[in-house]
């Protein structure tokens, strides 16, 4: 099982994070690339709360495909274009994650690969091999 904390003398996590999660020797890792906020067919909405869930769900469908979910999500790192965009990715992530709360950095950018896109997920997941 992952082992998430919070350490005395750090101060609390601002949101559903934790400051740290250790992974028990001999577990398998996934680093899963960056997951943008597209369609299946490509196509990206114009709603940055759109993309956010289309982000999450690309990243649960990568997990999925290791037999991983959400619990098994170590870290994430989300770059957001612009802080008027914020509360929809967090939104998002807890429709998509509950109550597991990984290490999580998240950064606003001036701009992500594709001019359209708001929102970009990046994860790293754990799980017994």
């Known amino acids: 099982m992952l ?3 919070d350490p005395e003398g750090v101060p609390a996590p601002l949101t559903a994070y934790s400051h740290g999660v250790v992974v028990p020797e001999g ?3 996934l680093h899963v690339a960056g997951q943008i906020g597209a369609e299946p067919d490509g196509a ?4 940055p709360g759109r993309q956010a869930e289309l982000c999450f769900a690309n990243v649960l469908a990568v997990l999925d495909a290791e037999g991983m979910g959400p619990q098994n999500v170590v870290s994430l790192t989300t770059y957001v ?3 008027e965009n914020l509360l ?6 807890v429709a998509a994650l509950g109550d597991v709360k990984p290490a999580s950095t998240l950064v606003f950018v001036q701009a992500l690969a594709n001019p359209k896109l ?3 997920i ?3 997941a754990a799980g017994i091999v």
Do not use: M
């Open 3 to 5: 082992k998430r904390f």
């Open 27 to 29: 577990w398998k890792q």
């Open 44 to 47: 990206i909405p114009d709603d």
């Open 81 to 83: 274009v612009g802080p």
């Open 88 to 93: 929809p990715v967090r939104n998002a992530f």
């Open 118 to 120: 708001k929102v970009e």
């Open 122 to 124: 990046q994860a790293i």
